[in-house]
């Protein structure tokens, strides 16, 4: 175990799912306060397994709100039932994990937790894609030109999509993740990339004839390959503060199915103008907790429009605590010391990487971008590889064997950069 910068034995953190940005939560609570999180899940994948800083709970049917909500309510139970002084910090990090917390906030927070999440009206107005781009559009925040496409009455055979009028290409994606995670049709992506009008009237077909009942958002195509895009974190306290403000460069983002946009490679900096926007739209909308913002810079020109914000802290958070400003420390402050923390701007240059160095450098085409990785790669940060703390023999195993796997995931379907990121 690593020694902790400010034991605190009496925090309990529960936290929902079993990704990475899981595994980093369990880490940075580790890190900082000396504690065991434990790990809700249906399942246990590599990244919260065999792991000595984390207790998983299962459930039977993860995609069943009522069962982790009384997983929940069990684990506080008997955490406070052996020591009524814990105190409980409930986090979790997907759209709709966060949406079945928040919908369960009262009977969550009676029974001991803490839940550090925006209110359930501000929820479903910006966690949708397209309300999102109203809102930023009314707080004059840049977002890529938007159409809506509503299915809600595909069910009638009069009903006929919406015309689309973006441009080609064009980029299809979910409204909302959480009405999208369990609709399965052939094909399915995260995000789509549509070059005529005859590929989006497939996709519209295919979401109709999968029951898909939700809003679907068809949005300008911004040029320009994955180092065009920016990540932004950022965490709101109970008084309206923006108290962290973080920011990376990505360099590479995964290219799976599933997991389409998720960086892969980042670099850790300043993102100027980018901050102040992403304040603007957090102070304006009376927003609270974490939030995630992906913005991507054109090339022509050096404009950058927003284009979703995240209600959670994101899958690749770690990037925050490995800068110098460990996660848990904004949410323990907030919700359990009540402690009004001074406001941090992260600037520190870091890389943060999922995959082999090699591998990303064969991504990075721009030459001083390039320099850059080569010169932080010797002390990239990797979130799995927590050797201080969490140095089994089989996580260091399960860390060799996720970047070998990074390899072949590539080779498949990416083999080579292109100008798009597609």
């Known amino acids: 175990m690593s020694r902790a910068a400010e034991p605190r034995p009496e925090i309990f953190p529960v936290v929902l799912g079993g990704d990475i940005g899981v595994y980093a939560f369990a880490r940075a609570f580790h890190e900082q306060y000396g504690v065991t999180s434990t790990v809700i899940s249906g399942l246990v994948p590599g990244p919260i397994a065999d792991s000595r800083i984390l207790r998983n709970v299962t459930v039977e049917d993860s995609h069943d709100a009522r069962q982790l909500v009384d997983a929940a309510l069990r684990v506080a139970a008997e955490a406070l039932a052996a020591d009524p002084g814990r105190r409980l910090v409930l986090l979790a990090n997907s759209d709709w994990l ?31 894609k397209a309300t999102f781009a109203e809102v930023a559009e009314k707080v004059g925040i840049a977002v890529p030109r938007t159409v809506v496409q509503d299915f809600a009455g595909a069910g009638d055979p009069q009903w006929r999509p919406a015309p689309v009028d973006v441009g080609w290409p064009l980029i299809a994606k979910a409204a909302s993740s959480a009405d999208y995670q369990d609709v399965e049709f052939p094909g399915k992506r995260k995000v789509f990339e549509i070059a005529t009008q005859a590929e989006l009237d497939d996709l519209w077909d295919r979401l109709r004839a999968a029951g898909f009942r939700g809003r679907f ?9 994955d ?8 965490y709101v306290d109970r008084r309206g ?9 990505v360099l590479l983002e995964e290219h799976t199915p ?3 946009g998720n960086p892969a490679a980042m670099i850790t900096g300043d993102l100027g103008e980018m901050f102040a926007q992403a304040k603007a739209f957090l102070e304006a909308t009376g927003y609270r907790g974490f939030a995630n913002f992906d913005v ?32 848990a420390r904004f949410v323990v402050a907030d919700h359990v010391d009540d402690v009004a923390l001074e406001p941090v701007v992260v600037t520190a240059e870091v890389l943060y990487s999922v995959v082999p160095t090699r591998l990303l450098l064969h991504y990075v085409r721009e030459p001083r971008l390039a320099a850059t990785v080569k010169r932080l790669a010797p002390d990239s940060v990797h979130p799995l590889a927590y050797w201080a703390g ?33």
């Not at 958002?217 to 390959?225: H, I, K, S, T």
């Open 98 to 128: 966060v949406r079945t917390v928040v919908r369960h906030r009262g009977e969550l927070e009676a029974a001991g937790y803490v839940v550090p999440f925006l209110d359930e009206e501000l929820l479903d107005q910006i966690a949708d």
């Open 217 to 225: 958002v068809a949005q300008e195509l911004v040029p320009g390959d």
């Open 227 to 234: 180092t065009q895009m920016r990540s932004i974190t950022a």
């Open 241 to 249: 503060v923006v108290t962290l403000m973080a920011g990376a460069h």
């Open 258 to 260: 599933n997991g389409l």
């Open 296 to 327: 991507k810079v054109d090339p022509r020109d050096g404009r950058f429009a927003f284009f979703e914000v995240n209600p959670r802290i994101g899958r690749n958070n770690y990037y925050v605590t490995a800068a110098g400003a460990n996660v």
């Open 390 to 422: 969490d140095g089994g023999a089989k996580r260091r195993a399960y860390v060799a064997a996720a970047k070998v796997n990074q390899v072949r995931k590539f080779r498949r379907w990416y083999p080579q950069p292109t100008g798009t990121g597609f």
